[in-house]
C-alpha cells in the first residue's frame, strides 16, 4: 500500500463528522438561507441529531477499505479499521496484501507501527507536529458541535458553489491558534468539504481538502460513507489523476467497549500475528458489542 493511501486513514479519523437524523435534516432544509455562523452551526447541529444526542457517543469504530488514485495489484483495495474515543484518541490499521500499517494516539503520545526495509515490522514515535495536530481534533463530534464550549471560533465567509450546489463556507480558528474551513451544504446542512493544513513537506500551509459523500442511515443516523481526498497529481509530472483517493465505510459501531490496549503502544515490533486482520474484519478483539 503507498503512503499516500495509508496517510488518508489519519486525515478521515481527524476530520471525522457526525451523522445527522433523516427527519432533523428535512426540518432544517426548509429553513432559508442563514445569514451568520451561528445560524449555519445551529442548522447544522440539528441536521446532526442534536447536541444531547451526540453526548451519548463516545466511541467509534469505523471498518471498509481504501480505494487509492494511484493503484497497484498488491495494494489494491486494502481493509481498514479506525478506533476513536472522546477527545482525540485513536488507532488506524491498514492491511494490504503486501504489509500492515498501525497510527496510534492515546491523547498524550502517539506512534506508527510499519514494514522496516527488512519487512520486520517497526515502531517509531509521532513527530511534535503531529502530536500537536492529533490533540487539536474532535474525533467523535468535530469542531462544530458544542463549539463555543470548545473554544472554536467560527466566522461566515459566505455563499459559494461547491461541485455544483450552494454551500457555506466558515472559517475555523481552533483555541491552540490552527485554522480550518468547513462547507456545509444549504439544503441538507451537512458537511460537504473540510480543509486543513498539511502540516508537512515544503509547503507545511497547504490546505487538504476533504470530501464527504454518500450519506445514509445507520442505526437509524446518517453518516458519509465514501470521504475522498483532492485531486492526486503524479510526483514531478504536473499531471493530475481523474481518480481521487477514496476511503469506503462500510461499518460503523457506536459505543462499543474497547480493550484497555486499544490505545497503548505497540507492545513489541515483533507483534506480527493475526489480530490486525481480527482489527479489520471485524472490529476486535479491541471492542465488545454494545451492552443491551
Given at each position: 500500500m503507498s503512503a499516500r493511501a495509508f496517510r488518508l486513514a489519519a486525515v478521515i479519523a481527524a476530520t471525522l463528522v457526525v451523522p445527522m437524523t433523516a427527519a432533523a435534516a428535512a426540518a432544517?432544509?426548509?429553513?432559508?438561507?442563514?445569514?451568520?455562523a451561528d445560524e449555519v452551526v445551529?442548522?447544522?447541529?440539528?441536521a446532526r441529531g442534536g447536541l444531547e444526542a451526540w453526548k451519548k457517543i463516545d466511541r467509534m469504530v469505523w471498518?471498509?477499505?481504501i480505494e487509492p488514485a494511484m493503484d497497484q495489484e498488491e495494494t489494491r483495495n486494502p481493509k481498514f479499521a479506525i478506533h476513536l474515543e472522546r477527545p482525540n484518541r485513536t488507532r488506524f490499521e491498514v492491511k494490504s496484501k503486501a504489509s500492515d500499517f498501525t497510527r496510534i494516539f492515546d491523547g498524550s503520545h502517539g506512534w506508527r507501527m510499519?514494514?522496516?526495509?527488512?519487512?520486520?515490522?517497526?515502531?517509531?514515535?509521532?513527530?511534535?507536529?503531529?502530536v500537536d495536530y492529533?490533540?487539536?481534533?474532535?474525533v467523535i463530534d468535530g469542531p462544530?458541535?458544542?463549539?463555543?464550549e470548545k473554544g472554536v471560533q467560527i466566522s461566515l465567509d459566505g455563499v459559494e458553489t461547491l461541485e455544483g450546489q450552494k454551500a457555506y463556507r466558515l472559517s475555523l480558528?481552533?483555541?491552540?491558534?490552527?485554522?480550518?474551513?468547513v462547507w456545509i451544504d444549504q439544503k441538507t446542512n451537512l458537511e460537504m468539504r473540510y480543509d486543513r493544513p498539511s502540516g508537512s513537506g515544503s509547503d507545511p500551509n497547504r490546505p487538504v481538502p476533504t470530501y464527504y459523500r454518500d450519506w445514509s442511515a445507520e442505526d437509524g443516523l446518517m453518516m458519509p460513507h465514501v470521504i475522498e481526498t483532492a485531486p492526486v497529481r503524479?510526483?514531478?509530472?504536473?499531471?493530475?489523476?481523474?481518480?481521487?483517493?477514496?476511503?469506503?465505510?462500510?461499518?460503523?459501531?457506536?459505543?462499543?467497549?474497547?480493550?484497555p490496549g486499544t490505545f497503548a503502544m505497540p507492545a513489541s515490533p515483533m507483534r506480527r500475528n493475526n489480530k490486525s486482520e481480527i482489527h479489520i474484519d471485524t472490529g476486535a478483539p479491541t471492542i465488545a458489542p454494545r451492552s443491551p
Open positions: 432544517t432544509a426548509a429553513s432559508g438561507v442563514a445569514k451568520t445551529v442548522r447544522n447541529v440539528a471498518l471498509g477499505h510499519h514494514p522496516a526495509k527488512d519487512g520486520r515490522p517497526s515502531v517509531s514515535p509521532f513527530a511534535k507536529s503531529e492529533a490533540k487539536s481534533e474532535y462544530l458541535l458544542a463549539a463555543k480558528v481552533l483555541p491552540n491558534g490552527a485554522e480550518r474551513k503524479i510526483p514531478n509530472s504536473g499531471v493530475e489523476l481523474p481518480r481521487r483517493d477514496r476511503v469506503v465505510i462500510e461499518r460503523v459501531i457506536l459505543n462499543p467497549t474497547f480493550d
